[in-house]
């Protein structure tokens, strides 16, 4: 199998949590050779808090970026994916190559297509991407600053599907209400960007995806410029042997459940279908999905709008929003501890001991 270059496209699987997004990571590698890492975050996370670093030209912030992204790294790895020792994930995560001490660069685009190039030259892959799976829908523009040759896979699953398997964690949504105005914010944005920059973008639907996962690969396979490899479903899959004992992901490198849909039919209570499609319905019938079998009358909709502000309430004081948004102020608190003189490798090791 050919080894990536730094030229070659650079993938970004694209989605809200729980829409199968590392289900289709785990395709694309067996697919087409796209070696794609656990858990980073850190390409807009970290672009938007550049200038903290002073000028990059210079080996010592660009020292310093680097072991602030190990750190980062670290940190995601331990909570995002609940492995008590990341170390443990080193074969399908990018902290080897933030630990070489011959890794280089003279620029934030530059340490990135370093990062992963070398990752993928690591598995032998054909090509090297990121997945990004956040509540917070993320600005785009982010990565193609600093990555010239981005593709965008914008997975989308129906919301009620994604609310419903939200409303199951425990750092989710609080909420119907919230999940669905999150879950439009987050489609609604993304697609914006995709209309945007035409070339560089393309959707494919959770639920088209496992009911004919072949043709989704193939249309998936012309919009990379990749042929696809012979497939062996029954092959040990790299994310799946990672993620299979953490619960939420359980499905990764299984055989693709067709039956995995509609699930909010029978587990969403009426007066909860009727809530996210008053919020989403325009979206939702945007991007294909049928309603419910009834519209809402006028007394769910006098019930609906007086809740309404309840919940948007509830959103601004959870404590779940907090720990969410505390990550995009990561850097920043890196950087601090930096400049204090502490040592982020000994800093992190105490903290995931602790955690």
């Given at each position: 199998?050919?080894?990536?270059?730094?030229n070659?496209?650079?993938?970004?699987?694209?989605?809200?949590?729980?829409?199968?997004?590392?289900?289709?990571?785990?395709?694309?590698?067996?697919?087409?050779?796209?070696?794609?890492?656990?858990?980073?975050h850190?390409?807009?996370?970290?672009?938007?808090?550049?200038?903290?670093?002073g000028?990059?030209?210079?080996a010592?912030?660009m020292?310093?970026?680097?072991?602030?992204?190990?750190?980062?790294?670290?940190?995601?790895?331990?909570?995002?994916?609940?492995?008590?020792?990341?170390?443990?994930?080193?074969?399908?995560?990018?902290?080897?190559?933030?630990?070489?001490?011959?890794?280089?660069?003279?620029?934030?685009?530059?340490?990135?297509?370093?990062?992963?190039?070398?990752?993928?030259?690591?598995?032998?892959?054909?090509?090297?991407?990121?997945?990004?799976?956040?509540?917070?829908?993320?600005?785009?523009?982010?990565?193609?600053?600093?990555?010239?040759?981005?593709?965008v896979?914008?997975?989308?699953?129906?919301?009620?599907?994604?609310?419903?398997?939200?409303?199951?964690?425990?750092?989710?949504?609080?909420?119907?209400?919230?999940?669905?105005?999150?879950?439009?914010?987050?489609?609604?944005?993304?697609?914006?960007?995709?209309?945007?920059?035409?070339?560089?973008?393309?959707?494919?639907?959770?639920?088209?995806?496992?009911q004919?996962?072949?043709?989704?690969?193939?249309r998936?396979?012309?919009?990379?410029?990749?042929?696809?490899?012979?497939?062996?479903?029954?092959?040990?899959?790299?994310?799946?042997?990672?993620?299979?004992?953490?619960?939420?992901?359980?499905?990764?490198?299984?055989r693709?459940d067709?039956?995995?849909v509609?699930?909010?039919?029978?587990?969403?209570?009426?007066?909860?279908?009727?809530?996210?499609?008053?919020?989403?319905?325009?979206?939702?019938?945007?991007?294909?999905?049928?309603?419910?079998?009834?519209?809402?009358?006028?007394?769910?909709?006098?019930?609906?709008?007086?809740?309404?502000?309840?919940?948007?309430?509830?959103?601004?004081?959870?404590?779940n929003?907090?720990?969410?948004?505390?990550?995009?102020?990561?850097?920043?608190?890196?950087?601090?501890?930096?400049?204090?003189?502490?040592?982020?490798?000994?800093?992190?090791?105490?903290?995931?001991?602790?955690?």
């Amino acid at each position: 199998m050919p080894v990536a270059d730094q030229n070659s496209s650079f993938i970004v699987v694209y989605g809200c949590p729980r829409s199968g997004t590392y289900l289709l990571s785990d395709y694309l590698e067996r697919c087409f050779g796209i070696a794609i890492p656990v858990e980073t975050h850190f390409i807009p996370i970290f672009a938007r808090t550049l200038p903290i670093w002073g000028d990059l030209s210079r080996a010592g912030n660009m020292r310093r970026l680097a072991a602030a992204i190990e750190a980062f790294t670290r940190i995601w790895i331990y909570f995002g994916i609940r492995s008590r020792d990341p170390d443990a994930q080193a074969d399908a995560s990018i902290l080897p190559m933030l630990e070489d001490p011959t890794l280089q660069a003279t620029s934030y685009a530059g340490l990135i297509a370093r990062i992963f190039h070398d990752f993928a030259a690591r598995t032998d892959a054909r090509a090297a991407g990121d997945k990004m799976a956040a509540f917070e829908s993320v600005d785009l523009d982010q990565y193609a600053r600093h990555i010239p040759n981005l593709r965008v896979i914008h997975l989308i699953r129906d919301g009620r599907d994604v609310c419903l398997s939200w409303t199951k964690l425990w750092f989710g949504p609080t909420s119907v209400a919230e999940a669905a105005w999150l879950w439009k914010r987050h489609v609604l944005s993304t697609r914006r960007w995709g209309a945007a920059h035409p070339g560089s973008y393309i959707e494919v639907r959770y639920e088209d995806f496992v009911q004919e996962p072949h043709r989704e690969m193939d249309r998936v396979g012309s919009f990379l410029g990749l042929a696809p490899l012979v497939i062996d479903e029954k092959a040990p899959s790299r994310l799946g042997a990672l993620l299979s004992p953490e619960t939420s992901h359980v499905k990764v490198g299984e055989r693709i459940d067709r039956r995995n849909v509609e699930k909010w039919k029978t587990g969403m209570m009426p007066r909860q279908q009727l809530l996210f499609e008053w919020i989403a319905g325009a979206t939702l019938a945007a991007c294909g999905y049928a309603p419910s079998s009834r519209p809402p009358d006028a007394s769910d909709q006098l019930r609906i709008a007086v809740m309404l502000p309840f919940f948007i309430c509830r959103r601004y004081v959870s404590s779940n929003l907090v720990l969410r948004r505390m990550r995009a102020f990561a850097p920043v608190l890196l950087r601090a501890a930096q400049f204090l003189g502490f040592d982020l490798r000994s800093l992190t090791a105490r903290l995931l001991r602790g955690g």
